[in-house]
């Protein structure tokens, strides 16, 4: 795990070994520990050079690990002997830093880093923070500014950019181990002390709170309701105002707060994920590492609408050589400018010369027959797809693979009209294709794995997180997303608002809810849809009741909207209005509010008050349940293929997982007994009855209405030791509100359900100073509710754990875990955030000083706006080249919710939601504010409602 070698005599070489990133389990702490003492009591060793193996440097803390109980030599008390040393430490950064990692070369009092290394602290995509010192040593050598911006954002940098910054001393094209052993050998003698980052005081800017509330605004806008880069802030507002070892006490308070919350959880869950999915496997036997892909140098792409421009745009920025073919000669020059201008400023942001010369644009299919693969983006048209096809078939050489990126459409039908079945798949890519990261690889009945092998390593290249999924109707992604739509437009018909469904989604994570999507997207391409497929239109038998379509319920209110020319953002008018066509501001439209209760009245429909979290659980849980259905059928391998189609094609918030994993930590009895309850409600949803239900039959339990039904749940669950019953005084672990003030069915599961988070629980028993409440009485009726589906679930995905176990949580008192400055409190009846009062920090030991570090200017993102304007032109219609996919599927209406998952630079980015959750105090009714103003006190919900 490390190797330790006496080097030039003198120099004690440590060097990781544990690949592939060397990252810090604890063998490998324990053997930097040993190397350590044995370095450091070693009279020949002069100095130490910390590297490792394989030209990576260090990967950081093994993710893997923070799963289960933590085992072995804390890491930092091991870094904290590097630094206290009286020999210099030099770290030789090849590769990475990241992390841990990244920390431990901050521990050394000398860091050289090869010039192709890259640094950062990207905890916070984890959910976590850098808890090995990172928060306090990083402001320390290089000012708040930087470090908060580091820090919040997991950015990676260059060696460049950290030389720049202070972080690195020196910066090699050679072998940097080489280059520190030297420098390590020069270092004999100097003094330490100044090395030792520990006790370098944080150069604190003049205006560190307008500093620190200017990032807290730009986190909770960015990634609204995540609670790791308000905890950072919090952290690096430490680094600036209190000595080391108070900042330090204040860091790794704030990472326990962090470390066991279901936010956490689940981003770590997308990080192994994203990586699973690469590991694709087909029914067939074929998998990742059995069959070759092909070599693709050369690539045609017909129809240049917009998924075919960004598809030649992603194949010719990777160095592959794309022959794009249009049917009109209006069309090619149009598709051609457009790609041009794309790659140019393409190229230009990424600081290389644009690949123009890989481009060439033709009228004639004659001009593919040397290529090596074929992508289709023409019109989403059966019959028209079919005669590219055949005429693919007769041009092309034998051996080139065709491609289709149909959104749904049957792969298999279009390998039937070919000569090489087995050479033809789907890369169903997401509008729009140059920035969208994911990418669906079709795998039909004949498809051949050295196919499907070609079109997974292609997509790799061009940089998608490919998922391979099977071949049935809207494949993966959009076959859960009809369920979904269903669900928010029979919601409108029992009495909600797009408004209020919206925010429902956007107070859970959703960067825009369904409505306000659907708007950006376009209304008119589903309703296309929907004529083209008899749903509506003149096809429609008159006699057919207008609310049910082949038995099953049916909402024509989309159609409506439609026979009103409201497509839209990009007609002005939609769910929604807008100041003029093309606008992006979404604003309530009275009329929509017209037609909605025009419609109820006609059809005697009594609108009720709907919750949020009726409108939350029966659009996701019925994702979910679509996805059960999915694996079920053998569509996707297993539910992490289908939250990354969700992370990364429908921007599913990140710090929820993915449908599949959010519906494992709601708990899936709960979400089997929310689906056949509003099963029973709406009998003609067939998308509403559990799986479970449908495919094992298994046993429903005839409830008592005086049933307690937590209490008969909890005891189901007794002896289970990832649930632990609750006496109604446990204690969130993470945040929002502290004290469970009444008797709840998720409290007598060990979690807590905080604004849609089920956040870890724990017993009042296990804090320090609390007393034990009394044992709860026993009870006597139970619910025999079926577990069979989480089985099931868990059997298919080992890696869903269940809730920490008791010892492994390092629980500390919610009331010194606020992470912003509000705190919650009950008045009224009602929970509230309320401001906090000031809080007096413990001022540095020595005054400060400005580092002209602290005053560089925080790095903002800024948003592809040319890709934006792009989509929200809409699609053209009518031709070969329209865009024919996703987009223009109509069924694909989340498509555009590329404005948050795919941000080019950072593969890890965090999704965003709609509101921000700080830290908690949970107090009884001790406030009297009756009236408060509304910056101050905001009502989170009510008391009854919690659950
Ligand atoms: C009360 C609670 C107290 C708790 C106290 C905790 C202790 C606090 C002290 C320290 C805390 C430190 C926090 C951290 O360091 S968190 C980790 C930070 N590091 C990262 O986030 C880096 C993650 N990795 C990457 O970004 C990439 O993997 C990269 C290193 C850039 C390499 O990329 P690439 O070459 O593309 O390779 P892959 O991504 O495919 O990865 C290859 C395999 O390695 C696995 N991997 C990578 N990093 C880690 C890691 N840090 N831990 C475990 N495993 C890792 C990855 O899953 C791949 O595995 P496989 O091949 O099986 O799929």
Redesign the pocket.
Known sequence: MARYELVKRSVALITLTN???N???SPVRHAIANSMERALSDPKVRAVVICGENG?FC????????AGP?RGP???PVLEAIEAGDKPVVAAIE??A??????LALFCHYRIAQSKA?L????V??G?????G?TQRLPRLIGIPAALEMITT?R?ISAQEALKLGIVDQVTDQNACETALEFALKAVGKPLSPRRVSTLTTPCPPDLDALLEAATMQVKKKTPGVMAPLACIQAVRAAATMPYSKGMKQE?EL??T???SGQARALQYC??A???A??WTLPSGAQWNNSKPREIRSAAVIGLGTMGRGIVVSLARVGISVIAVESEKKLLENGRQMVIGMLERDAKRRGVSASLNLLKFTLSLQDLKDVDLVIEAVFEDMALKKRVFQELSKVCRPGTLLCTNTSGLDVDALAGVTDRPHLVAGMHFFSPAHVMKLLEVVCGPRSSSETIATAMSLGKKMGKVSVAVGNCPGFVGNRMLKPYLDQATFLLEEGATPEQIDKALEDFGFAMGVFRMSDLAGLDVGWRVRKESGLTGPDVDPKNPPRKRQGRRYCPIPDMVCEQGRFGQKTGRGWYKYDKPGDTNAKPDPLIQNLLETYRSRYGIQPRNISDQEIIERCLFVLANEGFRILEDGMAARPEDIDVIYLFGYAFPRHRGGPMFYASMVGLERVLERLEHYHQAHPDVPHLEPITMAYTGAQKALKSDKLDEAQALAKSCAGRPDFLPCDGLSICATHSHGKCFKLHWCCHLGWCHCKYVYQPMTNVAQLPSTPVPAAPSDCTDTIDLSISLTERFLRISPCFLPPPCPE?????NIAELFIDDYIVKRINGKMCYVQRPPIHTEAPSTPPQINPASLTPQKQHTEDKQTVEETVKGPKMGHCSSPSSSEDSGINALGGHYLESCEEES??ELSTDGHSSPGSLWDQDECTLLSPSKSIVEIIENIETTV
């Open positions: 690949p592939p990133v990252a810090l389990s990576r990967g950081g803390a093994d993710i893997r690990e923070f933590l804390p890491l930092i590769g990475m990241l992390g841990g990692g990244f920390e890259r950062g602290l990207p905890e995509t984890l976590i923070l850098p808890a090995a990172g997991g990676h790794s990472m326990a962090l470390f066991n990080f192994f994203q990586r699973t690469g590991k492994s949580p390092k629980y500390c593969e890890d």
